[in-house]
Each structure stands twice: as structure tokens, then as C-alpha cells.
């Protein structure tokens, strides 16, 4: 990263609000900075606007290098401002929630959440290997979170990709950089006209920027390459490519309904793509159900016994001859959810088994955890159901804060819990794989 042309560490800008802490990122329009509120004590992101070819830095100051460069600055500044406003009007815990803007230096700043993270981007260059579907099941549902609420505003962010996904230690996702998005106004229009594309990325709408045939679906192509390039680490074919041919090439490793997904993402033609978050989410559902066997079933479907269930129920035994709990460790995945908080947090890093007993919604059930540092494992039931249909639970904890995906024995995920974790209590919500949301209150036995 060349610092050459950012702010020093330690300069203080916003009538010493904020000081330059490090240095994040500095790209073609933009230089990123780590701040610290001085007034909370607290750690902000805080984006410069500056271009690189056309600004220049005299002390503090960014300064335009020619005067035929002025018009064009202005304009980009504008827009860099209109970047803040539209993040600043989205709620959403996987969208960066902007806190200030403001002018100084001869260019405008704006404060956002500070992420303690990296990009999936950054992640998958700093590993051998792709992503597991698993894994990549874990983001998915987070970047579709965050697309429902964009597009219910009518924005369309225009330059999803593994750069702009972050992903912190929590495995919590957040989507980054507006700078490309485009608003529908009331009549119809496009916010602005230009834009710029990501190759790999961009359907054959974006390329040939045909904005009157921008929407969702623009998104959902380049959401279809981001899960292709996560699960192959291979750079997703062109648009104009797909649309002679089927160019994908996927390893043995990503399932055929994984496959499915993607090609019905990348669809060249841009009516053959999911045209809605919820069309998406329900073909997610379907991938993950595992088969009805019971009306009684409401939230968890089990699937037929398989040679993991008959190894599973001989290890509980056996466990149990031994005096000992029955935990297992399978992959992690978060889900949004609005966390019950009314209790004062506790450390809990110490306590290695915690027997709960409550209820999901109104449907009774016991749970065993075990929390060993950051690393929370289990199981539980339904007491409907039986100890017979234990459901298996892997995930994280962090200053109270417990993440956890619920397996079925033989390792599909059903859904997830997220919560306030005390040495007592247990609570927060639960949501399903079909997208069911419903609260749970256990306690310690």
C-alpha cells in the first residue's frame, strides 16, 4: 500500500474528533483510514475522497492537479457525498452504517463502522484452498440479508465481488462500497448515467451499460460469480463467454444443486435470473431440507438413518457408559437476528459445560453446550421428539455474544441460533432454514 499521497498517523481532523490511528487502504478514489473518536474512545473507519491521476497533496490539503481536472473532481466528489447518504439511510447489521460526513482539507470525509476483518478477497489469496460449500453457505445468507434491504430501497450496489464482502473473526459479513451503486428515482432514472464494472463480475447489461435494464438480477449475476470464484478460486467466465457457451468449471467438490445455483445466478440472459432475495432464499431452503418423514415436524426435518446415525448412537452409548457428554464439532454459519440483551453479559470462558432446559418458541427442548474459549459445541432436543433426535450444534462465543448452526447427525445444517449467553441464561433468536424466526429462552438446570 503506498501511503505517499494519505494523511499522516496522528493527524486530527473534525476539530480533533478524530485521529488518524493507521492506515487501511488507499484506491482509486478513495484513501482509507483507521480513526479514533477521541470524544468515546472508540475505533471508526473513516473514507477520504481523493483521485488518484487528478488530486494531489500539499500538506493536508488535496489539491487538484490541473484546472481542466476541476469540473471532473467536483462531480466525483458529489457523488462521493451521495455514497455516504445512501449508506448512512440503510439499516442493516451486514451494511457499514456511516456515522459522520463532513468537509475539510479541500475534500469530504465520511465515518463509518470499523471492521476488525478482512476481505474474503484478501482471505481466499492468503489460502491454498477454495472455500468449502459449508463454508460458503455461512456468507450467502448474510450478502442476501443485506441485498433485501438495499433493493427495497430501489438501490442496486452494482459491484458485489470477494473485495467488497468482510468478514470478521465471528464469521459476520458485512458488504462494503457503495461507490458504484445506482438509486431508481420515482420517475424511473438511474441516479447517474456512468459507471464503471468489475470483468468477471458484471452481466451483459452492466458491460454494455444498458442502465434501463439495470435491477436485482444485476446484482444476483455478480452474487453468482462471488460464490463461483469462493468455491473455485477461479476467476468467473465473462458474461459475453456464458453467452455461447457454458464455461463453468467446477471441481468435484461443489454439489450439483451448488452448481445449479450459480449457472441460475449467472444466467446470461438477465428474465432467466432470480428476479427477488426471496426466490433465492427459497431455493436455498429446498437445497438444505432434508426430507419430511413426520407431520409432527414443524421446524427440523430428519432424513433417513444412514451409517453416521448408526455410529453416532453406539459412540453416545458408549459415551454415556463413561460418564461423559457427547459433543461434536461440524462447520459454523451465522444468520441474522435481533439479540434479546436485558441481561448484564458474564465472562463465560471458564465454564466448560452449561446443561440449559427452555423453550423455542413454545416448543420445549434441553440443551447441552460446551464452551472452550471462542469455540462453543452441543447438542439438543425436542422433548416432543426425544433424546433420540438430538440435533448437533457447533459455532462461536465472544464477550457473551454465541453464534451456532444446528446439524442434523449426518452434517446438513437446519438453522441457526444467535444470542446473549450468561452463566445462567441462554436467549436471543432462532432461525430456520426456511427462513422462520422464532425466540428462545433456556436456563441452566
Known amino acids: 500500500m503506498d501511503t505517499s499521497t494519505m494523511l499522516e498517523l496522528g493527524t486530527l481532523l473534525r476539530n480533533d474528533t478524530y485521529k488518524i490511528v493507521g492506515h487501511i487502504a488507499n484506491g482509486g478514489f478513495g484513501n482509507t483510514y483507521k480513526v479514533l473518536n477521541t470524544a468515546f474512545d472508540e475505533i471508526l473507519a473513516m473514507k477520504e475522497f481523493f483521485v488518484r491521476g487528478i488530486n494531489a497533496r500539499e500538506g493536508k490539503d488535496v489539491t487538484v492537479s490541473l484546472p481542466e481536472n476541476n469540473a471532473t473532481f467536483e462531480s466525483l466528489r458529489n457523488k462521493f457525498r451521495q455514497e455516504a447518504q445512501r449508506l448512512r439511510h440503510l439499516n442493516n447489521e451486514h451494511i457499514v452504517r456511516v456515522h459522520d460526513l463532513f468537509e475539510e482539507n479541500g475534500t469530504v470525509y465520511y465515518v ?9 478477497g484478501a482471505q481466499l489469496k492468503n489460502q491454498p484452498n477454495p472455500m468449502t460449500e459449508n463454508e460458503a453457505l455461512v456468507i450467502l445468507p448474510q450478502v442476501l440479508d443485506a441485498l433485501k434491504t438495499i433493493h427495497a430501497q430501489n438501490i442496486w450496489h452494482l459491484d458485489i465481488k470477494p473485495g467488497n464482502l468482510m468478514i470478521d473473526g465471528c464469521q459476520h459479513v458485512s458488504l462494503i462500497d457503495f461507490g458504484a451503486s445506482k438509486q431508481m428515482r420515482p420517475n424511473g432514472e438511474l441516479s447517474s448515467s456512468s459507471m464503471c464494472y468489475t470483468p468477471g463480475y458484471a452481466p ?67 428474465n432467466s435470473r432470480p428476479q427477488s432475495v426471496a426466490e433465492i432464499e427459497q431455493r436455498i431452503s429446498l437445497m438444505l431440507s432434508p426430507p419430511k418423514t413426520s407431520a409432527r415436524t414443524v421446524l427440523h426435518k430428519s432424513r433417513r438413518k444412514s451409517p453416521h446415525l448408526l455410529i453416532l448412537l453406539v459412540s453416545l452409548l458408549l459415551v454415556a457408559a463413561l460418564g461423559l457428554g457427547a459433543y461434536f464439532l461440524f462447520g459454523y454459519k451465522s444468520g441474522k437476528a435481533s439479540l434479546v440483551d ?22 420445549p427442548v434441553k440443551m447441552d453446550l460446551e464452551v472452550n474459549g471462542t469455540v462453543v459445541s452441543g447438542n439438543y432436543y425436542y422433548e416432543s421428539q426425544g433424546p433420540n433426535k438430538r440435533l448437533i450444534l457447533n459455532g462461536t462465543y465472544s464477550r457473551g455474544r454465541v453464534v451456532l448452526t444446528e446439524f442434523t447427525v449426518d452434517g446438513a445444517p437446519t438453522g441457526q441460533f444467535q444470542g446473549k449467553l450468561t452463566r445462567n441464561v441462554f436467549k436471543g433468536n432462532f432461525t430456520s432454514s426456511r427462513g422462520q424466526t422464532l425466540t428462545f429462552n433456556l436456563k441452566k438446570k
Request: glycine share 6%; hydrophobic share 35%.
Open 112 to 120: 463509518m463502522d470499523y471492521i476488525d476483518g478482512q476481505s474474503i
Open 342 to 363: 436485558d441481561e448484564e453479559e458474564e465472562d463465560v470462558e471458564m465454564v466448560r459445560e452449561i446443561h440449559l432446559e427452555g423453550a423455542i418458541g413454545q416448543y
Open 204 to 270: 451483459m447489461e452492466q458491460v454494455e451499460q444498458n442502465v434501463e435494464k439495470f435491477g436485482p438480477w444485476t446484482d444476483f449475476y455478480a452474487l453468482g460469480a462471488t460464490l463461483y470464484y469462493m468455491l473455485t478460486k477461479q476467476t468467473p467466465p465473462s458474461s459475453s463467454d456464458l453467452a455461447d457457451c457454458d464455461d463453468f468449471q467446477f471441481p468435484s467438490s461443489v454439489s450439483e444443486d451448488m452448481q445449479k445455483l450459480i449457472r441460475w445466478l449467472m444466467s446470461p440472459q438477465r
